[in-house]
């Protein structure tokens, strides 16, 4: 096994969440000390030392290490460790405005014409980027020169902007600077798998030559131990519950920061590649992954490049993919697609999905995406068939062009393929993306109606608690057929929670409104479609599609956000 510590020198660490500047990292990630080693290789010497880049290498496919640091005591009411609330501090910023202004666009271009230089692969480009960069170079000299050269007449505004060079006089700019004092002033990190004996004490002198985790005054000593400690943190699987997101490295990501460092040269704004990995406390006794609907598998997403179209076509845009992708397959249409096999039994089938913006109070409830979504364990040859077809369909430009009813024709972007990954793997998270409607949570609430698959003995004059105790077992049992536990609570209304999403219609509703389902489309038997709001006693594990139109775009469910009722 391989084991760092970091020893923090002054108790304190000070690093902030990658996603949230204003909250302190804790626990450390990781890829943060990673990134401190690939520095100290790299600004060590002009050229790196081969046996420390190798290193580098064999580190990042060790994967992720379990986290040992300071958290909660046993009865888990408290914390052992202390966390700053931030405070904003005014600070004079690094230069003056007038700089800035003046001089720091040229230092820019001049680092990119070097950097262009050193890539130049022939006589032709190399001499072109260098005469580039002497005229770079000149241009630099005559802002300097117009910058600092006087006339004696200056206006106001210049000689506040001049003034600003002392730094009591620099505009002052709000500052936080999120800390965490550990109880214990040291964490380690610990890996299964091992380095060679060479690349332990090669990767030991490259630790000592870290002096700091995150911000400069976050001072630490960094050491390879022979000890093995008992881990506080381990890694998760996807859906773990408890779960805490932490940045890993896997193999490329050294590359992946090399190049980008070619671009970035230190001074434009740049990406630091990482894996993101849920985490779960060690301590806790608890299945790793909440529950999740059987049958749903990957999901391939087509987005809406124009012309997006209200929630309330959701059948319109459905029927018309499914149609487009059983035209473009090889006859005979494989049953994945057609969803109609050669006996009488169910055969697991594609189904499409609307993804809509619509989760939100701001919402404006337009659908920004189609996902195909896949059976759960389609092998090679479904899978195949599939990807045939949308290729077929894909005209010269890498799009799809998606005739609606009625002859209107929208266009849908280039297919992006989502797998069933943690439902963070998003940072922030994207509509048009699997790992949105991947959430665990125990209430959810329908985006699209859900179409009973059989009729609830209703009276026309039925209240709404009536309603409800008919529906109820019904859709219990339809979670159930999924493989989902039956919920605890099932409430029933025509109209959602979501502000932005249109209510259930009847045969003369608003044309904004969902149509009711219709088997087949508008000639089939309709079924009674209503919005619903479901909680379990535990946590689900999303994407949840119920009732007879989950293959057509309908019973499609977020979770529910706190204090909304139906």
């Known amino acids: 096994m391989l084991v760092i510590d970091v020893h923090l020198l002054n108790g304190r660490y000070r690093a902030t969440q990658f996603d949230d500047r204003s909250r302190p990292e804790w626990p450390p990630h990781p890829a943060r000390l990673f990134y401190a080693a690939v520095d100290a290789v790299f600004s060590s010497a002009d050229v790196p030392n081969p046996?420390?880049?190798?290193?580098?290498?064999?580190?990042e496919s060790l994967g992720a290490p379990s986290v040992t640091c300071s958290d909660r005591t046993e009865d888990a009411t408290e914390f052992a460790w202390v966390e700053r609330t931030p405070t904003e501090h005014f600070v004079a910023g690094n230069s003056a405005t007038s700089h800035r202004r003046d001089v720091q666009p040229h230092w820019s271009k001049i680092e990119e014409l070097k950097a262009a230089v050193a890539e130049a692969t022939d006589t032709k480009s190399l001499q072109k980027a260098s005469r580039a960069l002497e005229k770079a170079t000149r241009d630099l000299a005559t802002a300097v020169t117009v910058g600092t050269k006087s006339i004696g007449s200056e206006s106001d505004s210049v000689v506040k902007g001049v003034l600003e060079l002392l730094p009591e006089n620099r505009n002052k700019q709000p500052r936080t600077f999120p800390a965490v004092t550990p109880d214990t002033p040291s964490f380690s990190f610990t890996w299964d798998a091992d380095l060679s004996v060479v690349q332990t004490t090669v990767l030991d002198g490259v630790l000592a030559r870290i002096t700091r985790l995150g911000h400069s005054s976050s001072q630490v000593s960094c050491k390879v131990s022979p000890d093995v400690p008992s881990p506080t943190w381990i890694p998760g699987s996807p859906g773990t519950r408890g779960i805490h997101a932490l940045r890993t490295v896997e193999v490329g990501v050294l590359d992946a920061l090399r190049e980008s460092y070619a671009r970035h040269r230190g001074r434009l704004e740049r990406t630091m590649h990482a894996e993101i990995t849920?985490?779960?406390?060690?301590?806790?006794?608890?299945?790793?992954?909440?529950?999740?609907q059987s049958g749903i598998g990957e999901w391939i997403v087509l987005p809406f490049t124009n012309g997006k179209l209200p929630l309330s076509r959701t059948q319109d845009v459905t029927r018309a993919v499914r149609g487009a992708l059983i035209s473009h397959s090889e006859e005979p249409v494989a049953s994945i697609v057609s969803g109609h096999g050669t006996g009488d039994g169910h055969v697991p089938h594609i189904a499409v999905l609307v993804l809509p913006n619509a989760t939100n109070p701001q919402s404006d409830g337009l659908i920004q995406a189609v996902a195909v979504s896949m059976p759960s364990g389609a092998d090679v040859a479904d899978r195949g068939a599939v990807i045939d077809a949308l290729s077929r369909w894909r005209n010269v430009d890498g799009r799809f062009d998606l005739r609606l009813p009625g002859g209107p024709t929208r266009t849908l972007g280039e297919a992006v393929f989502h797998s069933d990954a943690p439902a963070f793997d998003d940072a922030p998270r994207r509509i048009a993306t699997r790992s949105f409607w991947a959430q665990t949570s125990q209430a959810w609430?329908?985006?699209t109606p859900i179409a009973l698959d059989r009729h609830p003995k209703i009276k026309a004059s039925a209240d709404f608690d009536a309603v409800t105790r008919a529906v109820a077992p019904i859709v219990a049992d339809?979670?159930?057929?999924?493989g989902l536990p039956r919920p605890v609570k099932v409430l029933v209304s025509p109209a959602p929670i979501w502000p932005s999403v249109p209510i259930v219609g009847r045969a003369a509703a608003s044309r904004l409104a969902f149509p009711v389902y219709r088997i087949g489309g508008g000639d089939g038997s309709m079924k009674f479609t209503t919005h619903v709001s479901l909680t379990f006693s535990d946590d689900i594990r999303g994407p949840i599609v119920l009732g007879a139109g989950r293959y057509?775009?309908?019973?499609?469910?977020?979770?529910?956000?706190?204090g909304a009722t139906p």
């Open 51 to 59: 046996a420390e880049v190798d290193m580098l290498h064999a580190w």
């Open 278 to 292: 849920p985490y779960r406390r060690a301590s806790v006794q608890q299945p790793d992954a909440a529950p999740a």
């Open 445 to 447: 609430s329908t985006v």
């Open 478 to 482: 339809m979670c159930e057929r999924v």
């Open 552 to 562: 057509f775009g309908y019973g499609l469910l977020y979770p529910t956000p706190r």
